[in-house]
């Protein structure tokens, strides 16, 4: 069985900041952080700084309805935890790509956006090679999905996520215990 | 069509500047009658906001291209507004000559 592959999400600008920090109080500082996606970042935004209706903020980020519910609720989950535990919010990661169109040259290793979008690009802006591409994700390329891990709940061994799985396939390594 | 270009120095043999509301110097380079023009970055060293001044500085030249090691993230949306195209050269050591050939293509 597969999973269904996640849609890109329109993000229309990167977070300003990478993170929170707590202060004050009796934090432990090596409490792991709360990843906030930046596509939730995205969403939390949209609809409560904005305040746009789920309809409009889906519909700007080129998602359904539905999707984006799903985004919020779990960004707010996410903003609770990070309060209520006292954690560090790190901004980062997520499927997202970027409101103006860029582009990746291949021979000269440039990458130039397309101002005028009613002009379709067939070169490079700088070198007019014709070896380009079009980017989905902006010239962030440390970009990329955050891995997720599974638990042993016996020992504690940690492994990457494998999406797709069957969980019964899933077992540790160690102790042979369903992850 | 002119086009701008973060230098590190006032020569052709500068290296590009990776940064752009803070490099030493604006090459601003004219594609019709090949000139080429040197500007001191009057924002170099400016505490605040030389992002948004240095693209007010070079938008007044009226450029249509700029290129640079990265953009910003407040500089980005300003010059989408302008309608200037941005090029990034992200951890490329080329000098100013090198990106000018390469624009005369």
Not at chain 2, 19 to 43: A, L, M, Q
Not at chain 2, 96 to 103: A, K, P, Q, R, T
């Amino acid at each position: 069985m597969r999973l269904r592959r996640r849609n890109w999400r329109k993000v229309i600008e990167m977070p300003p900041i990478s993170g929170f920090m707590p202060f004050g109080g009796q934090i432990k500082p090596q409490t792991e952080p709360v990843l906030l996606l930046v596509e939730e970042y995205e969403a939390l935004k949209l609809c409560d700084y904005d305040s746009l209706n789920h309809h409009q903020a889906a519909e700007l980020m080129n998602i359904s309805r539905s999707t984006f519910t799903r985004i919020y609720m779990s960004v707010r989950q996410k903003l609770a935890k990070a309060f209520v535990e006292g954690r560090t919010i790190s901004i980062e990661g997520g499927k997202i790509y970027f409101d103006s169109n860029w582009y990746y040259c291949k021979s000269c290793k440039c990458q130039f956006n397309n101002q005028n979008q009613s002009v379709e690009i067939t070169q490079c802006a700088l070198c007019g090679s014709k070896n380009i591409e079009a980017l989905k994700e902006n010239s962030q390329s440390d970009i990329q999905e955050v891995t997720e891990y599974c638990y042993c709940i016996r020992c504690g061994h940690k492994i990457a996520k494998r999406r797709g799985q069957l969980r019964s396939q899933n077992v540790c390594a160690n102790c042979n215990t369903e992850l | 069509m002119k086009v701008a270009i973060t230098s590190t120095g006032n020569s052709l043999e500068a290296k590009l500047d990776q940064r752009f509301g803070r490099c030493s110097y604006f090459v601003i380079y004219d594609t019709e009658t090949k000139s080429t023009e040197y500007f001191p970055n009057p924002n170099k060293d400016a505490p605040d906001g030389a992002g948004p001044a240095s693209v007010q500085f070079i938008a007044s030249r009226k450029v249509s291209k700029v290129v640079s090691g990265d953009f910003g993230i407040k500089v980005k949306p300003i010059l989408e507004n302008l309608q200037i195209q941005m090029i990034t050269l992200k951890g490329q050591e080329k000098t100013i000559g090198e990106i000018i050939e390469m624009l005369n293509h």
